[in-house]
């Protein structure tokens, strides 16, 4: 079945330490996107690669960043984590404007 | 401005009774509309869409949503509940153009199923 995958479903980091979570799809979407969602809150946005171009959310701290090296995958990278970044992060596709399409998510604890 | 509400924060009803989810939107076009279900721990599921058409769509698991314009709403609805419904149910707008199209979700209903 075609799909949104998310790697690691659980990561554990410590305060400060580097840590990418991954993203793959076999849906063949140009679009990716990246979601935090906190505890009983909706999803929020951190950016979007619409094909190759990205598409930063003006909110969004520039500890985040994000890499596309092609269609089917995508990086979130979290240079220095701090405590208020531990949440779900989930990744979505979507062809164009249209349906979007999520991952199972990762949950990032922060020591 | 652009937004969803969802104007339920928390909704307890009864198993095998019946399930009226709000949305409300404000979008200046014709939206794209979608409900989907988090169970927790869990990505969200795409339970239904509205593009155009029949304003009654038919989702999964005997969901349907009903859009309409006067009112800018599009309603969740179930007949009978089931206990593994129980879950937060966000609905969203699709909003934008190719390039720059985003979704702006409401901030969630959390539905409890009492047995």
């Known amino acids: 079945d075609a799909m949104v995958i998310q790697n690691p479903r659980y990561q554990v980091t410590q305060f400060g330490k580097p840590v990418t979570l991954s993203c793959s799809q076999t849906?063949?979407?140009?679009?990716m996107y990246w979601y935090q969602q906190k505890s009983s809150q909706a999803p929020k946005l951190l950016f979007h690669?619409?094909?190759?171009?990205?598409?930063n959310e003006a909110d969004t701290p520039d500890n985040f960043q994000s890499r596309r090296p092609n269609t089917s995958f995508c990086f979130l990278d979290i240079r220095s984590p701090g405590l208020g970044d531990a949440a779900m992060y989930l990744c979505?596709?979507?062809?164009?404007?249209?349906?979007?399409?999520f991952g199972p998510g990762t949950r990032l604890l922060v020591l | 401005a652009q937004s969803v509400t969802q104007p339920d924060i928390h909704i307890t009803v009864s198993e095998g009774a019946s399930l009226e989810l709000r949305c409300n939107y404000s979008?200046?076009?014709?939206?794209?509309l979608f409900w989907y279900v988090q169970s927790p721990g869990q990505g969200l599921q795409l339970l239904l869409k509205?593009?155009?058409?029949?304003?009654l769509v038919q989702g999964i698991k005997g969901f349907e949503a009903e859009f309409k314009r006067s009112q800018s709403s599009f309603n969740l609805r179930k007949p009978s509940v089931h206990w593994s419904d129980a879950a937060e149910y966000f609905c969203?707008?699709?909003?934008?153009?190719?390039?720059?199209?985003?979704?702006?979700f409401g901030t969630g209903t959390r539905l409890k199923v009492l047995a």
């Open positions: 979505a596709t979507s062809r164009d404007v249209g349906t979007q399409y």
């Open positions: 849906l063949n979407h140009n679009v």
């Open positions: 690669y619409y094909d190759k171009d990205f598409n």
């Open positions: 979008y200046g076009a014709t939206p794209y």
């Open positions: 509205y593009f155009s058409g029949d304003t």
């Open positions: 969203a707008v699709g909003a934008g153009a190719s390039g720059t199209y985003k979704y702006i």
